[in-house]
């Protein structure tokens, strides 16, 4: 067969497989299609079909079609982080600032805090730190991942639970938000490349003027010069921050942060979202499960995926709850919150991705960091939704009641 059909057959698997299953089992309660997708990028990886049917695998995931899978994958996860960057408001967050800040800060601190914890037990056995990584790049780097809020899977699930519009809703994409500026800030930091400094500062600087002209230009545009120069801008800052040793999604993010919604319309991007998600980003999942492996110490990889697991969440809790107490929220409202900011998703595989290719974590730190991606996301719903039913019949029984 031809690197052609061979690469199509592998993309019949990427969109066929997740979909029947999603479909034919009704996991949409406890699993959105989103999230059957990541899990079966996983499965179709080396670590579960590779290892029943090898020559198959070897067959289908040749080098060729690799290459072309990350290329297509590579392309579909600089859009979504920089639509990611766009849907930030940091008017509201400005608006409500001792709140956000409160909030968002210890929603991130708590499971960072817990994050390095666990990495500093996994640091006591071999296999877990990168090769090139000091041990507070491995540590901070784990924390963080254990930290990370995925906001663009955070606004499908707030959606499917229908509260994206209301007050609630709209208070967790601030904090989200906040916490996505400080998680992508705290990585460069730790892909700090002193040997490449002068490029960083360079970068920030050229960057910083850049963005004004660009948004003078960007404000006398018609919509349609819009998309596609926003396009042009996606490129030129995902290229300049990888050149300057920092990340080409880091630059993705820049690009989609210093835009304004209200260029290109909510509807259209929405629209676009949508439209990534359903035709690139499974891709990007595959992509990423061609990356798992299991060879260390056969299932230890299932211990360290649930002690990041009981980091995320334990942390991300514990933050909500403190914050409640200090802002005196309603009863009940802080574990909703701390079970909805936990959730990773895709953001999750972006951030491991990058702490993979920068020799930070290895291939089986990184997929602990996947298998608990998965598993925080999928524990969302199921927990989050009879806690907010909860919530909102005491509210209208309230109301009946005064």
């Given amino acids: 067969m031809s690197t052609s059909e061979i690469f199509l057959l592998a993309m019949l698997l990427i969109f066929v497989a997740p979909y029947v299953i999603w479909r034919f ?22 670590g579960a079909l590779g290892a029943v049917f090898p020559d198959y695998h070897k067959f289908v995931f040749n080098p060729d079609v690799t290459r072309t899978l990350n290329g297509v994958a590579m392309w579909g996860v600089m859009l979504f982080v920089m639509l990611a960057g766009i849907e930030l408001d940091l008017k509201k967050v400005w608006q409500y600032r001792r709140e956000s800040a409160t909030t968002a800060g210890l929603s991130l601190g708590m499971p960072l805090l817990f994050g390095c914890g666990a990495a500093l037990l996994l640091m006591a056995y071999p296999g877990w730190k990168g ?49 996505d500026v ?42 349609t010069d819009r998309w596609y120069v926003a396009v042009i801008w996606l490129i030129a800052c995902g290229f300049s921050a990888d050149w300057a040793g920092l990340h080409f999604m880091v630059g993705a993010f820049l690009a989609g942060v210093v835009m304004d919604v209200e260029w290109f319309g909510q509807e259209e991007l929405d629209t676009l979202f949508r439209n990534v998600l359903l035709v690139l980003m499974p891709v990007f999942f595959l992509s990423t499960g061609l990356r798992t492996k299991w060879d260390l110490g056969g299932y230890s990889v299932f211990f360290a995926a649930g002690l990041l697991l009981a980091a995320s969440v334990g942390g991300k809790l514990a933050g909500a709850h403190l914050a409640g107490r200090m802002l005196k929220w309603q009863r009940g409202e802080a574990s909703i919150i701390g079970w909805l900011l ?35 996301t999928m524990l969302t719903i199921p927990v989050v939704h009879p806690k907010l039913n909860r919530v909102q019949n005491r509210a209208l029984v309230g109301q009946a009641s005064s």
């Fill in 182 to 223: 400080a998680i992508w800030a705290v990585l460069a930091v730790i892909l700090l490349d002193w040997e490449r400094m002068g490029r960083q500062l360079g970068f920030i600087a050229v960057f910083v003027v850049l963005t004004l002209l660009f948004r003078r230009l960007m404000a006398r545009l018609g919509k």
């Fill in 25 to 46: 089992c009704k996991t949409d309660y406890f699993a959105p299609l989103v999230v059957v997708q990541i899990v079966m990028g996983i499965v179709l990886g080396p």
């Fill in 342 to 376: 936990q959730s990773k998703g895709l953001i999750e595989i972006v951030f491991a991705n990058i702490l993979l290719d920068k020799g930070i974590i290895t291939s089986e730190t990184f997929t602990a960091l996947l298998l608990m991606a998965a598993a925080s």
């Fill in 131 to 179: 090769a090139g990584a000091a041990g507070w790049q491995f540590m901070l780097g784990t924390g963080m991942a254990c930290a990370v809020t995925a906001l663009p899977v955070l606004v499908l699930l707030l959606e499917k639970l229908e509260i994206l519009r209301q007050p609630m809703g709209q208070r967790i994409m601030r904090y989200a938000s906040l916490d």
